[in-house]
């Protein structure tokens, strides 16, 4: 079992930066891949970016050049810096773990409960 569980989530003006942080605990090393994934309302959740063994990163051309995703091992933990902020990253973000290195939701098996990002213009 993997515990996910997000924070960081607020209310910041178009061109802002959020950070998100994503605490993970249990049995971590058999989920080497992290992802962040988001959903608007109306909208399927979508993939942001992963991390593979804490080193290899991903991400979706939505939030390529203004997004970073890295890995604090020591803590377990995720971050998901972002930068630029447009009012269409307005979402609910969450946290997944997965064995697969993939960016289908349906492939991640463990979630934390996300988090809310508001862009306003």
């Known amino acids: 079992q993997v515990q996910l569980a997000e924070s960081g989530g607020g209310l910041v003006q178009a061109g802002g930066s959020l950070r998100l942080s994503c605490a993970a605990s249990g049995r971590t090393f058999t989920r080497p891949v992290m992802a962040w994934f988001r959903q608007a309302p109306g909208k399927d959740r979508e993939f942001v970016a992963r991390?593979?063994?804490?080193?290899?990163?991903y991400y979706a051309d939505s939030v390529k050049g203004r997004f970073t995703v890295a890995m604090d091992n020591a803590k377990d933990t995720v971050y998901l810096q972002m930068n630029s902020l447009k009012p269409e990253d307005t979402a609910v973000y969450y946290c997944a773990a997965s064995e697969f290195i993939t960016d289908l939701a349906p492939q991640y098996d463990y979630w934390g409960q996300g988090t809310q990002v508001t862009v306003s213009s």
């Open positions: 991390i593979t063994g804490g080193t290899w990163t």
